[in-house]
């Protein structure tokens, strides 16, 4: 069973925020746009700088599959936004329950690609700082269109489609860059008012898996619970993993939900609690691991936080990560997913 | 008392603390020299007085200088929580030190009164206090205490409700809850029922000279619109500035009820760039065309403490100057 993080990190340690120094120097040279701090040599300098901290603080923890360690400036919505014409970024809309708040996407014409996201770019830092294998985390093409304002002259559907394109277009450059694995956060897919464009998630996911066909697509859906969506999930053609969140209140209905897994696919199993700061004891994590490889096989199972860790403190997160990877390795020598 | 004219102006709660300040409560607490600080942060309550005096505001807010935050002000004031010593990620490149509730409050006492007071004696204007409501407290901080979320958001109920009988008895007439988590989980009932339980209970008994308003922003209204109506509020002050399609829809197709007050975003909170008065005042005239010019009041859509002052203070100007030619045309 291997480990994996599922998104972004927490970076700033007792007040240190690891770009502060290369921020103010922006700003003090009259940055008229924060866009420009996207283009920023001192600052480019230092998020490679942190992203080498961080893949090393995920190597020390025991993570076989650590993410790219991306720190974006201001949020990885806002830092999109530039490279794609037809989006402007724009006010800031709070993310589920998260207490986090993103540059929410205003379409002004039908969205095109314009070159690569800041995701190939920090992949490509990523993969030159370690030999294991880096998942970079990316919100799904729904999640944006669900939260952008579609005012433009696209159309609803029109949006959606064009978001899907150049999804699969950056899904299949960061496959070109040398990636194994994906994932896309599409979480808000669990919300009940927005299961019922399971639909077009669906189809999103199949055209993004056939952009890329080499590499492991894993759909995050973190903070909720999947329900009767699991069964028509597992049937999407070119899905690789599914990641699920078995801690707090959606620990027993995803359970049960699992009871009709009957897939080869991944599971991506959210077994520590991202949203809180108790370090869940190793006879925890053991029991939920026996529960979930009762269903699915512990060689196809990826052990997670249950979503990005950067809602938690920094040295919360970390002990966190380094819980799971203990637990995880320890279930996996004691021999209890063969039992279960 | 003075009279709130037609389309009152207020701020939300928060305005920018001076950098010497936001240094001082950053030092390590050991360094922290209490007399040294509370002096700065009353300096800093006078001056932001004086400024929305001047700027000719028809109620006044402290600015909450004297909170390092709207949830751990509270938390740890009332003695229930500990502040974590990393600060998390909340919007942009700002990040916030947040409460860990580790017991029942140690101290339960009235954190906000002798503020009022010392508000009260520095401005002949009306002024609201800002309370953090009980739903807010919970979501926005981690538990390690409390059993579940519902016995959480019910124990800060009590504790809200204390402070707030307490600015009762001290002469409060504007008390502003602000309760921007209730847009969060909008697709679970329960969760909206607890929010609104916990909300009655916070303001059970208050007297019905008191005014309560309510404060949400950077949420999908239209997902908790009209059911946001049985929070126990009169006034509703909204983040609008950019009101989504969906919002305007649902206050077309379920109109405000006569007997409540919108206190609509007109300003950005966020963006640094100040509004010219004539796009404010067009913000207000589309209010205008959901509510009664009676049933308006304008705000900006939050705090403006992540702004600069400078910005803060042009955008609270403009802000008075586009009420104020507006109200000219609804009273002619």
Not at chain 2, 93 to 118: E, K
Not at chain 2, 303 to 323: C, F, H, S, T
Request: with cysteine.
């Amino acid at each position: 069973m291997l480990v994996t993080a599922s998104g972004r990190f927490p970076i700033v340690r007792h007040g240190e925020h690891p770009l502060r120094g290369a921020l103010e120097a922006w700003r003090m040279r009259g940055a008229t746009t924060p866009e420009s701090a996207l283009r920023d040599p001192q600052i480019l300098a230092a998020q490679a700088e942190a992203t080498r901290t961080l893949l090393a603080a995920q190597e020390a923890e025991g993570v076989d599959i650590p993410t790219d360690g991306y720190i974006p400036i201001y949020d990885e919505w806002f830092a999109w936004a530039p490279s794609l014409a037809g989006i402007e970024a724009g006010g800031h809309i709070r993310y589920l329950d998260t207490n986090t708040y993103y540059h929410r996407w205003h379409v002004t014409g039908r969205p095109r690609r314009l070159g690569a996201g800041p995701a190939v770019a920090a992949l490509q830092r990523a993969l030159a700082l370690t030999d294991r294998p880096v998942k970079p985390c990316l919100y799904g093409p729904y999640t944006l269109w669900a939260y952008a304002v579609k005012d433009g002259s696209a159309g609803r559907a029109g949006v959606f489609d064009a978001f899907v394109e150049i999804w699969a277009a950056e899904v299949a450059a960061l496959a070109a860059a040398g990636t194994r694995y994906v994932q896309l956060d599409e979480s808000v897919l669990l919300r009940a008012r927005h299961r019922a464009d399971f639909p077009l998630v669906a189809a999103a996911i199949e055209r993004i898996a056939a952009a890329a066909p080499g590499i492991t697509l894993i759909l995050h859906l973190g903070c909720g619970a999947v329900g009767d969506l699991l069964e028509p999930l597992l049937s999407l053609r070119g899905l690789g993993g599914l990641g699920l969140d078995f801690t707090d209140v959606y620990r027993a209905p995803n359970l049960a939900a699992l009871a009709c897994w009957q897939a080869g696919i991944l599971l991506q199993a959210g077994v520590v609690d991202a949203r809180g700061v108790q370090i869940e004891p190793r006879e925890a994590i053991h029991e939920t691991l026996s529960r979930v490889t009762a269903y699915v096989p512990a060689e196809r199972c990826l052990a997670a936080p249950s979503t990005g860790l950067h809602y938690l403190p920094y040295h919360t997160a970390l002990e966190k990560l380094g819980a799971l990877a203990a637990a995880s390795r320890s279930f996996a020598a004691s021999g209890r997913e063969v039992m279960a | 008392m003075i009279a709130l004219p037609l389309l009152p102006v207020s701020g939300i709660g928060s305005l920018p603390k001076p950098p010497a300040l936001v240094k001082a409560e950053m030092a390590p607490m050991h360094e922290q020299e209490c007399d040294a600080l509370q002096a700065m942060r009353e300096a800093a309550v006078a001056d932001w007085l004086a400024i929305q005096e001047e700027a000719g505001m028809d109620l006044v807010v402290d600015g909450e200088q004297y909170r390092r935050s709207m949830i751990t002000y509270f938390l740890e004031g009332w003695g229930c929580a500990e502040l974590d010593p990393d600060p998390v990620w909340v919007m942009d490149n700002m990040y916030s030190q947040r409460g860990v509730i580790v017991r029942a409050a140690a101290r339960p006492r009235p954190l906000l009164t002798d503020w009022y007071r010392f508000v009260g004696a520095r401005t002949h204007l009306p002024a609201k206090l800002t309370l953090t409501g009980p739903y807010t407290l919970r979501d926005w901080a981690f538990d390690r205490y409390y059993a579940s979320r519902p016995a959480a958001v019910l124990a800060l109920a009590e504790y809200v409700r204390e402070e707030a009988q307490a600015l009762a008895a001290a002469g409060v007439r504007y008390l502003q809850i602000d309760e921007p988590a209730f847009v969060t989980r909008y697709d679970q009932p329960e969760e909206l029922d607890l929010a609104i339980a916990a909300l009655r209970r916070a303001v059970e008994g208050l007297p019905s000279t008191m005014t309560i308003l309510t404060h949400m922003c950077y949420g999908a209204f239209h997902e908790v619109y009209p059911r946001m109506l049985d929070l126990p509020a009169r006034v509703f002050c909204l983040e609008l500035a950019h009101a989504s399609p969906e919002t305007l829809d649902v206050l077309l197709r379920y109109p405000f009820p006569a007997d409540r007050v919108l206190g609509w975003g007109v300003v950005d909170a966020m963006d640094p760039r100040v509004e010219a008065v004539e796009e404010i005042e067009a913000r207000i005239r589309l209010a205008l065309t959901y509510v009664r010019p009676e049933q308006l009041w304008l705000n900006p859509d939050c705090g403006l403490q992540a702004l600069p002052r400078e910005q803060a203070i042009a955008k609270l100007r403009n802000l008075v100057a586009a009420a104020r030619n507006v109200r000219r045309q609804c009273s002619t």
